[in-house]
């Protein structure tokens, strides 16, 4: 019986929709624009906008650890932080990281700074900075974290305001978990062992798919925390929904093992299931591949 979920292995969707709702007067009260998008923006006065991100690399650091993969890790920060800031449309300019532990080891932070300044240098994305700190009062013993700030700049955001019924969803690939659901998955291996390259696998960059269908895309999804259809809600206006095809593309293994052990409904509720970005456009180009339609 297919018993394991998100909320009983200590993490509530739903808990993380409601910060957001309450947040959202006092942070708009500040003249924030975007407010729940994957970036915020903000007007520089000549017609062109900062765009910016924050996120971590969460739980996903435990297992890494362990395993000897924190470059990995690094990766997938700098690539998390950069495709948020790329789905408005924005070419990303810099990345700030951000190392605390319970107790500094030297070689540790190096994978990660190494493995996120890799991916900066794909990206063309310069990493300025930003701070290690020793915090032995606020994370136990043997406790890491990883977050960082990604800034971009664009001219004309996209919002997804443009979205018609009719238009189509266009589905790339993610190379596995990438960063997200891994607290569920430290759950399941306590039951069953993994260790196929997509459980660990760093977080794909899709800047060149961004830059390549700018001026053809409505809207662009980084598919993270939340799933397909949970991420596609947050670019789609009101009264449009997403009627997708979950047959449309080939899970990798990691998604079948997890299946084992995590209903479906929960998996599509939780993991990006083999789609780490969306696109959605007008009409697609041959070589594209349509998971989804917009009613």
């Not at 996120?116 to 032995?136: D, H, I, M, Q």
């Amino acid at each position: 019986m297919k018993e394991q979920s998100y909320v009983a292995a200590g993490v509530s969707l739903a808990t993380a929709g409601s910060v957001v709702d309450r947040l959202r007067a006092a942070v708009e009260s500040t003249g924030a624009q975007n407010f729940g998008a994957f970036a915020g923006l903000h007007p520089l006065g000549d017609g062109r906008f900062l765009a910016a991100s924050t996120d971590g690399v969460g739980t996903k650091l435990i297992l890494a650890r362990q395993r000897g993969r924190l470059r990995e890790c690094g990766a997938d920060l700098a690539a998390h932080c950069i495709n948020d800031v790329a789905t408005c449309g924005a070419e990303p300019l810099m990345l700030l990281d951000y190392v605390a532990a319970n107790t500094i080891e030297l070689d540790e932070v190096a994978e990660l700074v190494e493995g996120a300044a890799a991916v900066c240098r794909e990206a063309g994305v310069a990493l300025v900075g930003g701070e290690t700190a020793e915090l032995p009062g606020i994370y136990a013993d043997g406790e890491l974290d990883f977050a960082g700030t990604c800034v971009g700049v664009v001219e004309d955001p996209l919002t997804g305001a443009a979205i018609e019924a009719g238009d189509v969803v266009v589905g790339f690939a993610s190379a596995g978990l990438h960063a997200n659901g891994f607290t569920l998955v430290r759950r399941v291996l306590e039951e069953d062992d993994y260790d196929g390259d997509d459980l660990l696998a760093p977080t794909r960059l899709y800047l060149d798919v961004a830059r390549r269908l700018r001026g053809r895309a409505k809207a662009f999804v980084h598919v993270t925390g939340g799933g397909i259809a949970g991420n596609l809600e947050r670019v789609l206006p009101a009264g449009r929904s997403a009627e997708l095809d979950w047959d449309a593309w080939e899970r990798p293994p990691v998604f079948h093992w997890l299946a084992r052990h995590v209903d479906e409904d929960e998996l599509r509720r939780v993991f990006n299931l083999g789609i780490g970005w969306c696109a959605i456009v007008a009409e697609p180009d041959h070589d594209e591949n349509v998971i989804g339609r917009i009613a």
